[in-house]
């Protein structure tokens, strides 16, 4: 399988004539289009309707290091102005290896996750996962020390599914 995914990573590189920093990326790709991509194993089926009973929807996917747009939120445009706008050229590398594949209901971001139908599942999970970091003395929270910088951080919103494709 590994050669099988290196094999189809080339060709994205090629096609797309993107920078090798971005292998990972690639990576993650090739894999998701390949588990959602028929199987002869399955006869032609594919795994994830398979196993779900529900179609695959591929509405979301993008050409591999297709141009990147940022949403501007309604509450920061007027009716006349553009819904997207093109990100400045230092956050260009940025916002194209950050582009993520998540699923139609997840938060991509803090702020989505407050905002979403979920917020208060969203928050309990968020609690848990910061008691459990405190309880497993992950780190020391220590005052910082003057001309240094916090190390950043980002939450991964992901929902648990059990066996039945029910959320856990």
């Known amino acids: 399988m ?17 920078e090798q920093k ?11 289009v390949v588990n959602h991509s028929p199987t002869t194993a399955l006869d032609g089926k594919i795994l994830e309707e398979v196993w779900s009973g529900k ?24 009716k006349l102005d553009v819904r997207t706008t093109n990100p400045p050229i230092w956050l ?3 916002v194209t ?7 139609e209901h997840e ?7 407050c905002e979403s139908n979920d917020a ?12 459990a970091l405190y309880k497993n003395k992950t780190w020391d929270l220590v005052k910082l020390p003057n001309g240094r910088k916090a190390i950043s951080y980002k939450w991964v919103y992901k929902m648990k ?5 029910k959320v856990e």
């Open 97 to 103: 290896a950050y582009a993520c594949i998540t699923e």
């Open 22 to 32: 971005f292998w990972a990326k690639a990576v993650c790709t090739t894999c998701y």
């Open 55 to 78: 179609p695959v929807d591929y509405s979301f996917l993008r050409t591999f290091s297709c141009d990147v747009y940022i949403w501007v939120p309604e509450e920061l445009r007027t």
């Open 120 to 131: 208060s599942q969203w928050r309990a999970s968020m609690e848990e996962e910061v008691k």
């Open 2 to 18: 590994n050669r099988t995914l290196m094999d189809h990573v080339r060709s994205m590189w090629i096609c797309a004539g993107i």
């Open 92 to 94: 260009k590398d940025y």
């Open 161 to 165: 599914m059990d066996t039945n494709g």
């Open 107 to 113: 938060p991509c971001t803090y702020r989505e996750s």
